[in-house]
């Protein structure tokens, strides 16, 4: 009798894992994904899933003398190496580079959700503990690599966001933003951090990282802050502070809400023709590999972008209840579609720079890559143009590619984005622990800038 009932279980165990699999095939995309990018991107509708897309691509590192290929006219090169899990970078008035090397804090996620979750992130290259550092990365002969590296910070948590006012710096961990002070030359700071603002980091913190950037007159930081579900299955309770950019003003300390329905943005940078602040966002998951596009948009004041209730211009996310059909007239539109589960990460602005035509007047990009989609999309670092009147136009170009090989096999994997102080690009890459250096020969920065970096 036992040995029956253990037969029938073993069954239904393997009938399960069947099903599964068979699941788990997921949705193919019907349209090629340079279509679902640019001002007017075409959609198909929404095709509900019960099981998402899996579609991960297995990380397997570079080895020496491999790496990717840059566009035409451009080069590219290691500017560091052997760093753990390097992402968010900052660039200090005298050149030197800081990185964040950190990861997610650990999984809390129960039941199938977390298994899945957790095996996902094993073979993407992300499932290993965080370094928990802010690592200082000094090129001391000005040749494109770094001479030596130093631990700037340690023992943090989740650290991902770096902003520098005057003499204090200022890190965004997963769960609050903290002051150090800073003297130019530093390669250690021992202070403790004085905490400046709380951030939700409520289990199970999905959407982790934390970005920051300082306004121009450096009265102000503004926070990305990711929702900590896909269309807030959780309860609405659990966003408070997510799904949003937080403004503080550094004076008082106060924190507000500076725009919101935002569903993970990440990338934050200042427009430097019209001095508007940008973001890249990663959409909602689960509608189909032709659905949500992710997206790049000005940061608007007061505004909301829909989430969770509806999704790109105004259509309705068909899960999400009660509906909120009212709110739709007041959302704000993003400004373009960079396609669907690219996840965008990294955002900067290249005038000024040194990369040249065609990429001296708009946005650079670090598409992460999808693990939701097929076929996969991502995986590079595109360039968006832009108008003279400060927006953005036509179709992405690509910079750097090459990070998944023929057997769909992900050798790297772009997340933030930078230039160094000659106006190269650097390119964070957290699958292989390296920082890529994109350079155009012979280009030079322009004197603006130079003028901009010494304010």
């Known amino acids: 009798m036992l040995k029956h009932i253990r037969n029938i279980t073993i069954l239904i165990i393997v009938i399960a894992i069947g099903a599964g699999f068979y699941l788990m095939r997921g949705d193919t995309a019907r349209l090629p994904l340079e279509a679902t990018t640019g001002v ?12 998402p897309t899996i579609n991960v691509a297995e990380a397997v590192p570079w080895e020496d003398g491999e790496g990717p290929v840059a566009a035409e006219g451009l080069t590219v090169e290691r500017f560091a190496e052997g760093l753990d899990h390097p992402r968010n970078m900052l660039r200090l008035p005298n050149g030197d580079i800081l990185v964040a090397e950190t990861n997610s804090p650990p999984r809390t996620n129960r039941g199938i959700e977390g298994w899945i979750m957790r095996q996902l992130m094993s073979k ?35 650290p991902f966001g770096m902003a520098l006012i005057e003499d204090t710096l200022y890190v965004a961990n997963t769960n609050e933003v903290l002051a150090f002070p800073y003297t130019e030359g530093d390669t250690k700071i021992t202070a403790e ?17 934390r970005n920051l950037v300082a306004s121009p007159d450096g009265k102000y930081l503004f926070v990305a802050v990711g929702s900590n579900s896909n269309i807030a299955e959780n309860g609405l309770d659990k966003e408070k502070g997510r799904a949003a950019i937080l403004r503080i003003e550094l004076a008082t300390n106060n924190k507000i809400v500076y725009s919101d329905g935002l569903r993970n943005p990440v990338g934050l940078a200042y427009e430097p023709v019209t001095e508007t602040l940008w973001t890249v966002v990663n959409e909602r998951d689960m509608l189909g590999s032709d659905m949500v596009p ?30 909120n059909l009212d ?14 589960h690219v996840a965008p990460l990294g955002l900067a602005f290249s005038h000024g720079q040194a990369l040249g035509a065609p990429f001296d ?19 590079d670092v595109v360039y968006v143009d832009f108008d003279e009147k400060g927006k953005p136009q036509g179709k992405p170009q690509t910079v750097l590619s090459g990070f998944i090989d023929d057997e769909e096999r992900a050798r790297g994997r772009p997340t933030m984005v930078t230039f160094d102080q000659s106006g190269a ?3 964070s890459d957290d699958v292989s622990g390296i920082i890529w250096r994109v350079s155009k020969p012979g280009a030079v920065k322009s004197e603006t800038d130079e003028a901009s970096d010494a304010e």
Request: proline share 5%; glycine share 8%.
């Open 294 to 323: 992710d997206y790049l948009t000005e940061v608007v004041f007061a505004s909301h972008y829909g989430w969770p209730w509806h999704f790109w211009r105004g259509h309705i996310d068909p899960r999400v209840k009660p509906k």
């Open 124 to 158: 993407a290259g992300a499932g290993t503990e965080s370094a928990n550092r802010i690592s200082l990365l000094r090129d001391n002969d000005g040749d494109g690599k770094v001479d030596e590296k130093f631990a700037l910070l340690e023992n943090l948590n989740s």
């Open 327 to 340: 709110h739709r007239q007041y959302e704000r539109r993003p400004d373009y579609s960079l396609g669907a």
């Open 425 to 427: 690009l650097l390119v």
């Open 40 to 51: 007017d991107p075409s959609l198909t509708d929404v095709r509900k899933e019960n099981f």
């Open 361 to 379: 007047s708009g946005a650079i990009i670090a598409r992460h890559g999808s693990w939701n989609r097929k076929p996969l999309s991502g995986y």
């Open 193 to 209: 951090g004085r905490k400046v603002a709380n951030l939700n980091a409520l289990a199970p913190n999905n959407h982790w990282t």
